[in-house]
């Protein structure tokens, strides 16, 4: 029983993280298309770049890690 609930604090922790990283990549993107469309040569800000690229593997490492968890649901290995 102590399992389960530690597995499914996990679980609640890495939708958090999804979340959170899901609305960071998003708000990453919108400001990409933004900066691209307001500047006259078509090219957003390095910063900018530098931070979707950083949002953009935050995001894959939180889907790798969602990938992980449901393997191990799949094997059995949780509940």
Same mark, same amino acid.
């Given at each position: 029983m102590d399992k389960r609930k530690t597995w499914r604090e996990q679980e609640q922790q890495l939708v958090?993280?999804?979340?959170?990283? +899901?609305?960071?990549?998003?708000?990453?993107?919108? +400001? !990409?298309? #933004?900066? #691209? #469309?307001?500047? #006259?040569?078509? +090219?957003?800000?390095?910063?900018?770049? !530098?931070?979707a690229e950083a949002a953009r593997a935050e995001y894959e490492a939180v889907r790798k890690q969602v990938a992980r968890m449901k393997a191990e649901f799949s094997a059995g290995k949780r509940y």
């Open positions: 958090e993280r999804w979340n959170a990283a +899901a609305e960071r990549y998003r708000d990453a993107q919108a +400001a !990409l298309s #933004s900066q #691209s #469309s307001a500047n #006259s040569d078509g +090219a957003p800000t390095e910063e900018c770049m !530098l931070e």
